[in-house]
């Protein structure tokens, strides 16, 4: 039976709740009188259920639907404004022990080069990334309690957050490493990490099974129950994603949701972040393998119906996607995005020809960071580096209350121009740092009408973020 606050994933993600909604929104997707009353509810700004949103993404009148895309950008603007928050993948180890079909990981692909990096070699990653502008990364690794015991992957969160290369330093270190224990997670938050990452690749327990035949994720409770675990260990920031491609997206959307459901029931806070990534060409993968790949159009509409639905929670897209589609989520909801990302284990500091390349995906974005920053701004977009919440305890419950009373800005704004500054004089090619110091006098006035904010730029920011900088504004 459907239960949200259970911890048994069966009960909170029950499958034939998940039919009888996705039978209930078949039938009335084309409900105008419904369809209104869900957007009126979503226009109050407190996110949707599962069974209301996936109303929103199956309706087919064109006029509900440009609705709907216009709430999500209104929404978007009002959580998070024009910033977006920049960040890098930093890829540990490809050792992995699974059997996950869609991932060149997988035990049995042999010709893919295998690596672990050093902590020398992270050293040197680190410094690469630093040298880029990057202040926040996500580490990535593949499951394997040999190669890649908790042990190595604490080690190597200490190792990224030593390094203090020129002006750099990484503020920053969100894990994104297989389900673990509780033992476990409690010693990834005590070693002072931003989010635990964990996609569910899908929700329905019968494709997941297939999907990961072999290895220790073919366990479908343990995986879908790992944020339960990360929570009850003291990570109060979790994010959420699923690798659109393998099922029908209408079952990952309502399952997905379900989830965001389940830790705001159970726990008091929802995801602090979602990801929507898609799955791509890759060694000893070929996408269309899959039956379930969706076209940009509904990939757009999934991206502005998960902005709706939860408000609150970041929305990543990662260099998995090309330019012309980021730019396109950019607008419906995305507020983070990776750039200048390589996922080859040492991509960063030895770029290695493709024929010798463990990358774990094709990057569809290969442009350097740089650009990604100027591109941003040419659209209009504040590009953020900031770190702040989390080193000042505005985490989990905190975090929601000021987000969810859309109060969040008063930190961000702020945070984002000093983070943006540093990029500028530390990083920036010429033509950047010009556009990028236009846009800074433009939204320090914006700011400055505002004496409020103006101290908060002098008690949270500075000291925290600059450090010992002595920024003017
Ligand atoms: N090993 C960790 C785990 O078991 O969850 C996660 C690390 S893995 C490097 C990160 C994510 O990459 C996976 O969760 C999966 O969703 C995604 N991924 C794997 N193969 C992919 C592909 N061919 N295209 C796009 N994304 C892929």
Same mark, same amino acid.
């Given at each position: 039976m459907y239960n949200p606050k259970s911890t048994k994933a069966c009960e909170f993600i029950n499958h034939n709740e998940i039919i009888k909604t996705l039978e209930y929104s078949y039938k009335n997707k084309n409900n105008i009188e419904l369809i209104d009353k869900i957007l009126d509810k979503a226009k109050k700004r407190k996110g949707l259920s599962y069974n209301e949103a996936i109303l929103l993404l199956d309706c087919e009148d064109k006029e509900k639907n440009e609705e709907i895309f216009e709430l999500a950008k209104q929404i978007k603007n009002d959580f998070y404004g024009n910033r977006i928050v920049l960040f890098a993948p930093l890829y540990l180890s490809n050792y992995c022990i699974n059997g996950c079909v869609y991932c060149p990981y997988h035990l049995k692909n042999k010709h893919i080069p295998r690596k672990k990096l050093t902590q020398e070699e992270i050293r040197n990653e680190v410094i690469a990334l630093q040298n880029m502008g990057h202040k926040r990364l996500a580490i990535e690794a593949g499951e394997d309690p040999k190669n890649n015991p908790i042990e190595y992957i604490l080690e190597s969160i200490k190792t990224i957050y030593s390094v203090k290369h020129k002006n750099g330093a990484i503020r920053r270190v969100n894990v994104n490493i297989a389900a673990t224990s509780i033992e476990n997670y409690k010693k990834l938050h005590d070693a002072g990490i931003g989010t635990y990452i964990l996609f569910?690749?899908?929700?329905?327990k019968e494709s997941y099974e297939k999907l990961h035949p072999?290895?220790?994720?073919?366990?479908y409770d343990y995986h879908t129950e790992a944020m339960d675990r990360a929570m009850q260990a003291g990570i109060d920031d979790v994010s959420l994603g699923v690798l659109f491609g393998l099922e029908s997206y209408r079952y990952e959307f309502v399952g997905l949701l379900m989830h965001a459901c389940h830790l705001e029931a159970t726990y008091g806070v929802g995801p602090h972040a979602i990801s929507v990534p898609r799955v791509k060409k890759a060694d000893d993968i070929d996408p269309d393998a899959f039956d379930n790949g969706i076209n940009d159009d509904i990939f757009a509409k999934i991206v502005a119906c998960i902005r709706i639905a939860t408000p609150y929670a970041g929305l990543i897209i990662s260099t998995r996607e090309n330019e012309k589609c980021r730019e396109r989520l950019l607008e419906l909801g995305v507020s983070q995005i990776s750039g200048g990302?390589?996922?080859?284990?040492?991509?960063?500091y030895n770029p290695m020809p493709d024929s010798e390349d463990s990358a774990q995906f094709d990057v569809?974005? !290969? !442009?350097p960071l740089d650009e990604v920053i100027k591109w941003l701004m040419q659209l209009g977009y504040l590009p953020s580096f900031c770190t702040a919440c989390y080193r000042s305890g505005r985490t989990g419950e905190k975090f929601m209350e000021v987000c969810k009373s859309q109060q969040i800005h008063n930190f961000c704004q702020p945070n984002a121009i000093l983070t943006l500054k540093e990029y500028l004089e530390d990083y920036a090619e010429n033509e950047t740092k010009k556009i990028g110091y236009e846009l800074i006098n433009k939204e320090l006035e914006k700011l400055n009408k505002d004496k409020n904010i103006k101290n908060i730029i002098i008690?949270?920011?500075?000291?925290?973020?600059?450090?010992q900088r002595d920024f003017k504004f």
């Open positions: 569910q690749e899908t929700y329905n072999t290895g220790p994720k073919h366990d990302s390589k996922t080859s284990v040492g991509g960063y569809s974005d !290969r !442009r008690e949270d920011l500075v000291k925290i973020e600059a450090g």
